[in-house]
């Protein structure tokens, strides 16, 4: 039995408290559980008590993309000391490419704790007008324009690489974050795949791959194909070391 709201346990709510237990009800149940009904439940409270911190199930929805990007910063806080440019095998030792695959490796592996909010985070910030995004989200997109405006890049390039750096990670998380097993309890992996309905005369090719593409390393692929995309933009014109300061 829920336990009923009252002043006291009201006060031990807090926004931050609220969307984490959003963020762990999707992460259980997926988007469609997410309810501010459902979401009182779990906290224990009144559904009117979660009103105090979010406006309704849109805002809530907002409240997703803040606390995901907010873990993103501060996993870039906390990782600010351990990656140097030279230490990077995979990324350049140009120091603003390299710390845009420290901010996509980051954002992957907040992704593989939360993968049931990749889809929002992909598609609601676009529905809101600049200005009312999280402060998280805002947070970090300025990080990337510093980044990008230290190495000396004007405005032109600056926006040209970055619109190429989140349509590259998005891209690929989500392509790497659909459901491609058919049979999660099958052993033989085209089994499991499902692969056996695809006639082999029709589709040589998708049957060839799609395993590959079920057990390859994510972030290897990530940080491979972002090096790649990166390496073919402008050179900054100043290449100088801009400081390590997370967002």
């Known amino acids: 039995m829920v336990e009923r709201d009252s002043p006291e346990r009201r006060g031990r709510l807090n926004r931050r408290l609220v969307l984490a237990a959003a963020v762990a009800l999707v992460d259980r149940e997926g ?28 805002a809530l929805v907002d409240g997703l993309v803040e606390a995901f990007f907010g873990e993103v910063n501060d996993r870039l806080r906390t990782t600010s000391e351990e990656i140097r440019p030279t230490q990077d095998a995979e990324c350049t030792e140009l120091p603003w490419r390299a710390e845009l695959c420290r901010i996509a490796r980051a954002f992957s592996a907040v992704v593989h ?11 609601r910030p676009l529905a809101v007008p600049v200005a009312r995004r999280p402060a998280s989200l805002l947070q970090l997109t300025e990080h990337i324009f510093a980044v990008l405006g230290r190495a000396g890049f004007d405005e032109a390039a600056t ?18 974050n659909r459901q491609i097993v058919d049979n999660p309890d099958e052993p033989d992996l085209m089994l499991r795949l499902g692969l056996h309905r695809l006639p082999a005369a029709e589709y040589p090719r998708l049957r060839a791959l799609m395993p590959r593409l079920a057990e390859y390393n ?6 491979a194909g972002l090096d790649s995309l990166l390496g073919r933009m ?6 100088a ?4 300061s997370a967002p």
């Open 31 to 58: 988007l469609a559980a997410l309810t501010m009904r459902r979401l009182a439940t779990d906290l224990g409270v009144e559904p009117m008590a979660i009103y105090r911190y979010t406006a309704g199930k849109e």
């Open 113 to 123: 704790v939360h993968p049931e909010i990749l889809s929002v985070v992909a598609t």
């Open 159 to 176: 926006l040209t690489i970055y619109r190429a750096f989140v349509a590259w990670i998005l891209g690929c998380l989500l392509v790497h």
């Open 218 to 223: 994510v972030e290897q692929e990530l940080i």
């Open 234 to 239: 402008p050179e900054a014109p100043l290449d």
């Open 241 to 244: 070391f801009y400081g390590r």
